[in-house]
């Protein structure tokens, strides 16, 4: 069995605020140990229960986070930026489920950090299902036939997991106080909580089905602020159906996501001066 791991970094158990996620501030160093160490657990376990091959792909901000030194040393690593398919880059028909690790709730709901890839965005929609990172990846990897078997996270992120794909096994690693604050377990016990769970969610692997996208979706990105549909509307395609929203015709479920990046990343360019 070959399982493929998606590891962002919001959702790991201990991480509450951005001053572990940002590589500018002061605790992102115990930011990089605290999710390496988490997803060793999800490994560790994975090894022992009839998978053969690991594929982790390091999904947040630059992408360069995990401390490849410190990972397990039968995984293979994705790592470093630009990647054509940023959090779901590596993954194909080849693998026979997938894993989300560190995840967080989308935008415009309550969680630690939740977001959507960046502030500027309130919502995504695929078609008219609104959807989160969580809900992107999930139907890349649907396109592939691949399950998503498993999702880590705070107690938002797992909720959202579970409205989204039947039978999944979620692992809430802390709950949400406020945005930047969380009632947060030890690190042993969700040592204990995750290598649990991921047993289990192979063993259970064959009632979740893939998430399987649309067609030929439509992709629609609500964002907060005319500027950034602007910027976001200038991607060949892309066209400004309101004054925060922005439409764009996909081929396919891999073009609506490149289309998503491209979009967000034009977004983020607006200034106010």
């Known amino acids: 069995m070959r399982l493929y791991l998606s590891v962002d970094m919001e959702g790991i158990s201990g991480i509450v605020d951005d001053t572990f996620v940002d590589s500018s501030k002061r605790n992102y160093h115990r930011g990089q140990e605290l999710m390496t160490q988490e997803t060793n657990y999800v490994i560790e376990s994975a090894l022992s229960s009839r998978v053969e091959e690991v594929t982790v792909n390091d999904s947040h901000s630059k992408m360069n986070n995990l401390l490849v ?76 036939g691949v399950p998503v078997l498993f999702v880590a996270g705070d107690d938002r992120a797992t909720a959202e997991a579970e409205a989204l794909i039947p039978n999944i096994t979620t692992v809430t690693v802390k709950e949400t106080i406020s945005r930047s604050s969380g009632l947060v377990p030890s690190p042993h016990k969700t040592g204990q909580l995750l290598k649990e769970q991921t047993t289990f969610a192979i063993e259970n692997r064959r009632r979740v089905d893939p998430l399987v996208p649309p067609e030929k979706p439509v992709l629609r990105i609500e964002f907060t602020n005319y500027g950034q549909a602007e910027w976001a509307s200038i991607m060949p395609g892309a066209e400004i159906e309101n004054d925060t929203v922005v439409k764009f015709q996909a081929k396919d479920m891999l073009e609506a996501y490149q289309a998503m990046l491209v979009m967000t990343e034009l977004a983020s360019r607006t200034t106010f001066g």
Do not use: C, W
């Not at 990647?83 to 194909?92: C, H, I, N, Q």
């Not at 967080?104 to 609104?130: P, Q, W």
């Open 69 to 144: 030194e410190k990972l397990h040393e039968e995984a293979k690593l994705i790592s470093g930026d630009v990647k054509p398919f940023s959090m779901m880059e590596g993954l194909d028909h080849t693998y026979d489920g997938a894993g989300f690790i560190g995840y967080h709730a989308r935008a415009s709901l309550k969680g630690i950090m939740s977001h959507s890839m960046i502030h500027a965005v309130k919502n995504f929609y695929v078609d008219d299902k609104v959807v989160g990172e969580l809900g992107m990846n999930a139907f890349v990897a649907g396109y592939y």
